[in-house]
């Protein structure tokens, strides 16, 4: 994991607005892409929701700080306010509960991404990165669970 713990350094020593600026490009970048990959926006919304929140999760923690950087492409697919403990709620009603069903969500989407175009995992990666740092901290599961995505 030498490269994605490079990556990952240069993540965490990030300011915010950077974080922020790098979260929001490339999250519009993959709303498009899965709008295209499926055809139907509304299918696209609700996959890249699930997605950003399984990113956000990806420690088996779901932090204000990772909320605040995936909020407004969570209201931008949803036509809806959000608050963190609204997505808190929604995200343990959710149907992937374990680590596992997270990776296995997940990992055939950046596949079927990357298909597409190898330019959308590099968006998927920036985005993971961005949210995952969102505390300053990316740590070894939200790495571990990054390469599992990715292998």
């Not at 959000?82 to 509960?97: F, G, H, N, W």
Request: glycine letters at 4%.
């Amino acid at each position: 994991m030498g490269l994605l713990e490079d990556i990952c350094e240069q993540y965490e020593n990030m300011p915010l607005f950077e974080r922020i600026g790098s979260a929001a490009p490339n999250g519009d970048r993959l709303i498009d892409a899965l709008s295209t990959l499926y055809g139907d926006s509304d299918k696209a919304r609700k996959v890249f929701i699930n997605m950003s929140v399984c990113i956000a999760d990806a420690d088996g923690y779901f932090t204000p700080e990772e909320f605040d950087l995936i909020k407004d492409h969570i209201e931008y697919c949803t036509d809806n306010k959000v608050d963190y403990e609204e997505a808190l709620a929604a995200m343990k009603k959710s149907k992937l509960k374990t680590r596992q069903d997270i990776i296995d969500y997940v990992k055939p989407i950046v596949k079927q991404l990357g298909e597409q175009n190898e330019e959308n995992v590099k968006s998927f990666i920036r985005y993971s990165l961005a949210i995952c740092s969102a505390d300053g901290v990316i740590c070894d599961e939200e790495k571990q669970w990054l390469s599992d995505v990715l292998s």
